[in-house]
């Protein structure tokens, strides 16, 4: 089964093609980072035109390299929600009108079960169940996964999200937006040690986060040591991404502990980092636990989650051409597949 998918929620759009025994045909990006960069942060009308610019042109060149036609498709997945209303619209739009004029059955898929399941579009694939910690720009959550569908919550950040910190810290650092990357690139350089920041609620006995702390504690460093020389930069950012790790290094085992689970499977944004994934191999190699990341170039938005979320839940799909947005949409409210 041939299946495309289109993720519009935010500040990327993303095209691709997947097929169920084939595996992932194509994929194509087009981040609007640089569009609004110069703003400081995501400008949701902006994103909405620039999605409509981007997701047709992305469609042709996905199925061109795939040397496929739309003929062939057997469903169309889209991101339904969460997100950017207007942003998610536009992906509504499309899938609505393609699976039209194609009739073919559409699916709406939920953004963060797309982040979810996108370590299965990498080798080694885990095998359910396992503890899944989705670190993303809008969330930082664990989960206990014992299929798809089957989600239960252990334990979320009661304030910012870890991505949402790392950017916010980057701003407060003057590294510009989204910063989560830079901030990472500068903190190699840097001395972990010269500062010490908070481990919020590492002791709090359960498996909630809280970041909004660290970023006011990264916000007092910045205003003590003003004016910044590159190496005090550079130590803050060491100072931060040791904090976050540890603080979520901790919180995966506490949370593999409690489960009695033998697999952890990293999804988000914040999954691409370095720091992070030395941080847990490193923990769950000396306590024989399995780590599994998505494919690097597939932690932040992208199709090919969306397209593989599809896949899975094709039974799901239906010649509905009126699907509408779904803003708000908690992830505990879908149906098992
Ligand atoms: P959500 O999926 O919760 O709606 P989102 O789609 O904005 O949020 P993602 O695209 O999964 O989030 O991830 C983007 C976030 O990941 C940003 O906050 C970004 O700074 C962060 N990020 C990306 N790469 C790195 C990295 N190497 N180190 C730290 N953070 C990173
Ligand atoms: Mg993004
Ligand atoms: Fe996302």
Not at 229 to 236: K, S
Not at 292 to 311: K, Q, R, S, V
Not at 320 to 334: T, V
Request: with cysteine; net charge negative; glycine share 10%.
């Amino acid at each position: 089964m041939l299946v495309l998918g289109i993720e519009s929620s935010c500040d990327e759009t993303g095209v691709a093609l997947y097929h169920s025994e084939r595996g992932l045909l194509a994929h194509r990006l087009h981040s609007q980072i640089a569009m609004h960069t110069e703003y400081g942060g995501v400008v949701p009308e902006l994103a909405s035109r620039d999605h409509i610019r981007r997701v047709l042109p992305l469609t042709e060149s996905c199925l061109a390299e795939a040397g496929a036609t739309l003929d062939e498709l057997d469903a169309i997945a889209f991101t339904q929600g969460p997100g950017l209303a207007g942003a998610l619209l536009v992906g509504a739009s499309v899938a609505n009108a393609l699976g039209f004029a194609l009739q073919k059955p559409v699916i709406g898929v939920h953004h963060l079960e797309g982040h979810l399941l996108s370590p299965l579009l990498a080798e080694p694939r885990p095998a359910f169940p396992f503890v899944a910690l989705l670190v993303s720009g809008g969330h930082t959550q664990l989960m206990a996964v014992r299929g798809i569908g089957e989600y239960e919550l252990l334990g979320e950040t009661v304030d910012d999200a870890a991505g949402e910190a790392f950017d916010k810290s980057a701003k407060l650092l003057g590294l510009g937006y989204p910063g989560g990357p830079a901030l990472s690139k500068l903190a190699d350089q840097g001395d972990a040690k010269r500062f010490k920041l908070p481990r919020p609620m590492l002791h709090s006995g359960d498996l909630d986060f809280s970041f909004s702390g660290l970023k006011t504690a990264v916000l007092n460093l910045v205003q003590q040591q003003s004016p910044l020389d590159d190496t005090t930069r550079a130590d803050i950012c060491a100072a931060f991404q040791e904090a976050i790790v540890e603080v979520l290094t901790k919180k995966c085992l506490a949370a593999l502990k409690q489960t009695g689970m033998q697999r952890l499977v990293i999804a988000g944004g914040v999954g691409a980092n370095r720091q992070l994934r030395a941080g847990l191999d490193d923990a769950a190699a000396r306590r024989r636990y399995q780590v599994f990341y998505p494919p690097l170039a597939l932690c932040t938005d992208n199709g090919a989650m969306i397209a593989y979320a599809g896949a899975m839940r094709l039974k799901h799909a239906r010649h509905d051409y009126s699907y509408g947005a779904k803003p708000r949409w908690p992830l505990d409210s879908l149906p098992v597949a």
